[in-house]
């Protein structure tokens, strides 16, 4: 007797949905449009009828389905600072006593550079920046026309790009006074006579 009983228990959720189910499929319309049929069916369920969306699962279910689009964007911005006077001063040290400043020219052209080799940079005369390397390259960089070099005197910020690089004819230094230059050549520094 016990296992019919479980099995009339276990049918009673599909029972109960059943209203909730046609109510579900009912098309949204208006009750008088409907044919005979179809209002035949509405008599034999009036309880279904008057289900809210809220409390229907079918419509609840449909509803949680919706796909839904979430758009995540990551921005890295690095940014370049000129050398600590620490590092100046250390820099200095290096050279033999009573030999003057070398002298630098330009050598060869670098389309880019690996953004996380720049150790620091100075600003130069004009729209020229110095680059100074980890591997102890200098770099000089042209910036637009436009820009002027003394705009970033406390460093620069750049967009980090996918392939990690900062490239000529590509990227824009922003300072921190708002000036946004695009990197136009850049040249390695290389000491004459060496």
Do not use: W
């Not at 009828?49 to 911005?77: C, K, M, Y």
């Not at 230094?173 to 390695?188: D, F, I, K, N, W």
């Amino acid at each position: 007797m016990s296992r019919p009983m479980h099995g009339l228990l276990a049918l009673t959720p599909l029972a109960l949905a059943l209203p909730l189910l046609a109510a579900a499929l009912e098309p949204v319309g208006a009750a008088g449009a409907q044919g005979p049929a179809r209002q035949c069916h509405a008599r034999a369920m009036p309880q279904a009828r008057g289900v809210p969306h809220s409390l229907n699962p079918f419509i609840a279910l449909r509803d949680a389905s919706t796909a839904q689009q979430i758009r995540i964007e990551q921005r890295v911005v690095i940014r370049v600072t000129p050398p600590a006077p620490s590092a100046r001063r250390n820099l200095l040290a290096e050279l033999p006593p009573g030999d003057a400043a070398p002298r630098y020219e330009e050598k060869r052209k670098e389309k880019c550079v690996p953004l996380e080799d720049i150790a620091a940079v100075q600003t130069g005369s004009g729209n020229r920046l110095v680059l100074f390397m980890r591997d102890r390259r200098m770099l000089s960089v042209n910036l637009e026309k436009s820009c002027l070099a003394r705009d970033f005197y406390s460093g620069f910020y750049v967009e980090k790009s996918k392939d990690g690089r900062l490239c000529v004819s590509r990227d824009r230094l922003q300072s921190r006074t708002g000036a946004s230059c695009e990197v136009e050549t850049m040249r390695q520094l290389v000491a004459r006579g060496g």
